[in-house]
T-cell receptor, first 114, second 114 residues
Framework: AQSVTQPDIHITVSEGASLELRCNYSYGATPYLFWYVQSPGQGLQLLLK??????LVQGIKGFEAEFKRSQSSFNLRKPSVHWSDAAEYFC????????????FGTGTRLTVIP | DSGVTQTPKHLITATGQRVTLRCSPRSGDLSVYWYQQSLDQGLQFLIQ???????AKGNILERFSAQQFPDLHSELNLSSLELGDSALYFC?????????????FGPGTRLLVL
């Protein structure tokens, strides 16, 4: 069965510092991979996605993620964090079957220190 | 703004009651997905409808049901409500051409059962 693990429940970084949020998945084939962000009281906004091709994908707000098949990982990175990046980040897996529903990780809450 | 609308934004009700949550997908999207976000279960897929037909079921309780209407809007019906049903309910939509596609999420309906 497919699953997603986000090992870091809460991360605190200083504004301007680099960021890496970890995501590992379990799935028998190459999944579709997504990162969503949820600001307090808001819905989920798509940051970026990987379907196939180039394993380094660029997203909105200066985020990027790299798919590493050998490590079953899809880590999210940003070179310089802004205070407005404080939010909860969810990694999700979509499977290549008839159902297109997503399986989400438990999320990582990002706090940004001025 | 994702283009997915959900009403109401907030709902407060009592145990044993029944409520209906409404979702309008993005223009042109044929698939609607319902997800539940709770503190103990995280983000879980409930059910998917495609062009009026049920496509996939997740961890949806028998007390919950959904439907998608000819104009493609969807309703999630929650009955015999329990305290544990308090959660944020998201609707998402996608075009769903039979391959991986991005799901766009609405702002959610926050349900509080007292």
């Amino acid at each position: 069965a497919q699953s997603v693990t986000q090992p870091d429940i809460h991360i605190t970084v200083s504004e301007g510092a680099s960021l890496e949020l970890r995501c590992n998945y379990s799935y028998g084939a190459t999944p579709y991979l997504f990162w969503y962000v949820q600001s307090p009281g808001q819905g989920l906004q798509l940051l970026l996605k990987y379907f196939s091709g180039d394993t380094l994908v660029q997203g909105i707000k200066g985020f990027e993620a790299e798919f590493k098949r050998s490590q079953s990982s899809f880590n999210l990175r940003k070179p310089s964090v802004h205070w407005s990046d404080a939010a909860e980040y969810f990694c999700a897996v979509g499977v290549r079957t008839g159902a297109n529903n997503l399986f989400f990780g438990t999320g990582t809450r990002l706090t940004v220190i001025p | 703004d994702s283009g997915v609308t959900q009403t109401p934004k907030h709902l407060i009700t009592a145990t044993g009651q029944r409520v209906t949550l409404r979702c309008s997908p993005r223009s042109g999207d044929l698939s609607v997905y319902w997800y539940q976000q709770s503190l103990d279960q995280g983000l879980q897929f409930l059910i998917q409808y495609y062009n009026g037909e049920e496509r996939a079921k997740g961890n949806i309780l028998e007390r919950f049901s959904a439907q998608q209407f000819p104009d493609l809007h969807s309703e999630l019906n929650l009955s015999s409500l329990e305290l544990g049903d308090s959660a944020l309910y998201f609707c998402a939509s996608s075009v769903d051409r039979g391959r991986a596609e991005t799901q766009y999420f609405g702002p959610g309906t926050r349900l509080l059962v007292l």
